[in-house]
Nanobody, 126 residues
Framework: QVQLVESGGGSVQAGGSLRLSCVAS????????MGWFRQVPGKEREGVAV????????YYADSVKGRFTISREGAKNTVYLQMNSLTPEDTAMYYC???????????????????WGQGTHVTVSS
């Protein structure tokens, strides 16, 4: 059974940076897409960034392009989200996901993902 554990959330002032980590365990095959999503109360979960197996391709939400960077370390089954130039609008619970399933639409759609972590909260104050 695959498990994802996120860490690295916290409170930061606007303009600051945080790095989130997500460690995956229970894999028999590490060749899976991994992604970061976020959600605020009352809103749908939105895709932030996705990385392909082995880190060849990356995908970003328009709202974070140029500020966030997703990367992965295969040997450690770990995916990172480096977040720079944070704004209060980035405040949310951030979730790691894996096991992207087929079907149409963007890889940033939350309904295309099967396995989720429990989340780590990010608060950005102005």
């Amino acid at each position: 059974q695959v498990q994802l554990v996120e860490s690295g959330g916290g409170s930061v002032q606007a303009g600051g940076s945080l790095r989130l980590s997500c460690v995956a365990s229970g894999y028999t095959d590490i060749r899976k897409y991994m992604g970061w999503f976020r959600q605020v109360p009352g809103k749908e979960r939105e895709g932030v960034a996705v990385v392909s197996p082995f880190g060849v391709d990356t995908y970003y939400a328009d709202s974070v392009k140029g500020r966030f960077t997703i990367s992965r370390e295969g040997a450690k089954n770990t995916v990172y989200l480096q977040m720079n130039s944070l704004t209060p609008e980035d405040t949310a619970m951030y979730y790691c996901a894996t096991d992207l399933h087929g079907g149409g639409g963007s890889v940033l759609r939350a309904d295309r993902w099967n396995v989720w972590g429990q989340g780590t909260h990010v608060t950005v104050s102005s």
